[in-house]
């Protein structure tokens, strides 16, 4: 007779970070939106990831964002020219105290 394995916890959906490439559960990345709406485009950050549009995913870590700006990573993956002002996603990640990098797994 052989051991029973408890079942697998289901899994939670992976997401890509868009700065250092690396993929992580959806609860730890912090999913980014462009705001086209008047002038150049804006990004804002979207932690419920509800708002409208395509989106961008991006670790809770100032140095994902400093990566993925330097990489020109946002304007690829939002399918928009560049560049796109990362302010507002900056000041949300260091409200909420955004490591330095990332914990990975």
Do not use: N
Not at 30 to 47: E, F
């Amino acid at each position: 007779m052989q051991p029973t394995t408890p079942p697998a916890a289901p899994r939670e959906p992976q997401r890509t970070c868009v700065g250092c490439r690396q993929r992580g559960d959806r609860s730890r990345l912090l999913r980014v939106v462009a705001d086209r709406s008047g002038g150049p485009s804006v990004l804002l950050p979207d932690p419920g990831a509800r708002l409208p549009g395509r989106g961008a995913w991006v670790h809770l870590a100032l140095a994902c964002l400093d990566l993925a700006e330097r990489r020109r990573a946002f304007p690829r993956a939002l399918r928009l020219p560049g560049p796109l002002d990362a302010g507002a996603v900056r000041e949300h990640l260091q409200q909420r105290g955004g490591s330095p990098a990332p914990e990975h797994h």
